[in-house]
C-alpha cells in the first residue's frame, strides 16, 4: 500500500465512511432522516475507528446500523432482510472499492509501496475521486440490473447470509495479511480472489434460487389448472339442476294450470311451489351471479373454488362483482396467490366464528380496482405485525407462511397494496391495485 501522512489518510477515511453512507441511500428504501443523522454524529469516531482497525470498524459499523433499525424492523419485519441485503452491498462497496481504485491509481502514477509519498493530500483526492466514481457506477449497476425488484425476504436472507460470510473472510484476511506485512501483489491477489470465488457463489445462488422460483410458479399453475377444473365441474353439476328444475317447474305450472279452472288456487301447493323455486337458485351457481362480469378465467375459477368450499364447510358466502372487469394490472399467477392466501385465512378464520360468514367484493373504480375480502372471526385478533411474521398460525408453531408469503409477492408489485383491519367483529382485507404504475 501507498503511505501518505495521517491527516491525508484520516481525510481519505471520512469520505470513504461518508461514500458508505450514499450507498446505503441508493441500495435501499431506508428514507428516515433520523437515520442518517444519527450516522453522520458518528462519522468522526467511526473514522477514527477505521484508521486504526478495520475489522472492528466493520463490526460496529454493522451492530450501529441493527440497533438504529431494531425498532422499524420489529414493526416491519417484511423488510427486514431486504434492508439489510442493500447494507451488506454498501458494505463490500466501501471494503473492496478503495483497494482495487488504490492499485488502479498506483499503477497509473507509478507510485512506490511502503513509502511515504510527499504529495499526500493531491493522492488522497485522486483516490476518493476514483473511490466515488467507482462506487457509484457499481451501485447504480446493481441497482438497475440485480435490484430493480424487490426480492422476496427468503432469497434476500439467502443472499445475506453469504454476503456475511464473504465479508468476514474479507476483513479477516485483510487483518492478517496486514498483521503479517503480507503486501503489495500477493495482497492484492488474495483478495481479487476471494472477491472471486463470491461472485461465482453469488452466480450459482441466483440460478439456484430463479430455479425453485420456476418450480413454486409451475406448482402455482397446476393449482390453478386444478381451480378450472373444479370451476367446470361445479357450472357442469349446477346446469344439471337447472335443467331438472325447469323439468319440474314445467310439471307445477301444469298443475297450477289446472287449479285455474277451479274457483280457488290451492294456496299450500303454490307456497310449494314458490319454496322450491327460491330453494333450487339459491343453490345454484345463480347465486354468485356476479362472477359473470369477472372475465379473467384464473381469478374466477379461484373464486367459484373457494366459495364452493367456504359453503361447504358451513359458512355463508357472498360475492359481488357489479361491473364487468377484464383486465386487473398485476401478474395473474401472483394475483391468484395472494387472494388464495386471504381467502384460505379468511374461511379459517369465519370457520371458528358464530356468524360463519364472508363476502368477497370486487369494485371496479377510474385509476383502480379494489378486491375486498370480509370475514367473521371469534375472539381477540392479535396485531397485523404478529400475523406477518413467518410461522404465524392459530394454529401451532410454523404452519403459516399464508401472509408473510403475500407480504413477499406485494414487495415485488409497487401497483399493488393490502390494507387490514377488524370492524365489530368483521376482519376486513382490501387490496388495491392501481391500473397504472
Not at 386444478?226 to 361445479?234: N, S
Not at 401472483?334 to 358464530?354: F, H, P, Q, T, Y
Not at 398460525?393 to 401497483?415: E, F, P, V, Y
Amino acid at each position: 500500500m501507498v503511505l501518505v501522512d495521517s491527516f491525508s489518510y484520516f481525510f481519505k477515511e471520512l469520505f470513504n465512511m461518508l461514500l458508505f453512507f450514499v450507498m446505503i441511500k441508493l441500495l435501499t428504501n431506508i428514507r428516515e432522516k433520523n437515520f442518517y443523522f444519527a450516522l453522520i454524529i458518528f462519522i468522526f469516531p467511526l473514522t477514527l475507528l477505521s484508521v486504526t482497525d478495520t475489522l472492528l470498524t466493520g463490526i460496529v459499523l454493522i451492530s450501529l446500523i441493527v440497533i438504529l433499525r431494531f425498532k422499524s424492523w420489529r414493526k416491519k419485519p417484511e423488510v427486514k432482510f431486504t434492508e439489510l441485503l442493500g447494507i451488506l452491498i454498501s458494505l463490500t462497496i466501501y471494503s473492496i472499492v478503495p483497494f482495487f481504485s488504490s492499485i488502479i491509481v498506483t499503477n497509473v502514477f507509478k507510485l512506490e509501496f511502503n513509502v511515504l509519498n510527499e504529495r499526500g493530500p493531491l493522492l488522497v483526492v485522486i483516490l476518493i475521486g476514483f473511490d466515488w466514481i467507482l462506487a457509484i457506477i457499481i451501485a447504480l449497476t446493481i441497482k438497475s440490473k440485480v435490484m430493480k425488484e424487490s426480492t422476496p425476504s427468503e432469497e434476500a436472507k439467502v443472499y445475506c447470509m453469504q454476503l456475511g460470510i464473504f465479508l468476514t473472510f474479507v476483513y479477516l484476511f485483510g487483518e492478517v495479511l496486514r498483521r503479517m506485512q503480507v503486501l503489495g501483489i500477493f495482497q492484492s491477489l488474495m483478495i481479487a480472489f476471494l472477491v472471486a470465488q463470491f461472485a461465482v457463489t453469488m452466480h450459482f445462488t441466483y440460478l439456484t434460487l430463479k430455479k425453485n422460483h420456476e418450480k413454486t410458479e409451475l406448482c402455482s399453475l397446476k393449482e390453478q389448472m386444478e381451480m378450472m377444473r373444479v370451476y367446470t365441474a361445479e357450472i357442469e353439476k349446477n346446469y344439471q339442476e337447472l335443467r331438472k328444475f325447469r323439468h319440474d317447474y314445467k310439471n307445477m305450472l301444469l298443475g297450477l294450470k289446472v287449479m285455474q279452472t277451479e274457483s280457488v288456487i290451492d294456496e299450500r301447493y303454490l307456497n310449494k311451489m314458490i319454496d322450491y323455486s327460491h330453494r333450487m337458485i339459491d343453490n345454484s351457481v345463480m347465486r354468485f351471479s356476479g362472477l359473470s362480469n369477472l372475465k379473467i378465467d384464473s381469478v374466477k375459477s379461484l373464486m367459484i373454488a373457494k366459495l364452493v368450499h367456504a359453503e361447504q364447510s358451513g359458512i355463508e358466502a357472498n360475492f359481488e362483482c357489479l361491473t364487468p372487469i377484464t383486465n386487473i394490472n398485476m401478474d395473474e399467477i401472483k394475483l391468484v396467490r395472494i387472494l388464495g392466501i386471504l381467502i384460505d385465512n379468511a374461511v379459517e378464520a369465519a370457520i371458528e366464528s358464530e356468524e360463519k360468514r364472508i363476502n368477497i367484493l370486487f369494485i371496479d373504480f377510474t385509476d383502480l380496482i379494489e378486491i375486498s375480502i370480509e370475514n367473521s372471526f371469534l375472539g381477540k385478533l392479535p396485531s397485523l405485525s404478529e400475523m406477518k411474521k413467518v410461522g404465524f398460525s392459530k394454529k401451532g408453531k410454523n404452519r403459516g407462511l399464508g401472509l408473510s408469503n403475500a407480504q413477499d409477492i406485494l414487495l415485488a408489485t409497487k401497483q399493488a397494496d393490502l390494507a387490514q383491519y377488524s370492524n365489530q367483529g368483521i376482519f376486513v382485507s382490501t387490496l388495491t391495485i392501481r391500473k397504472s404504475e
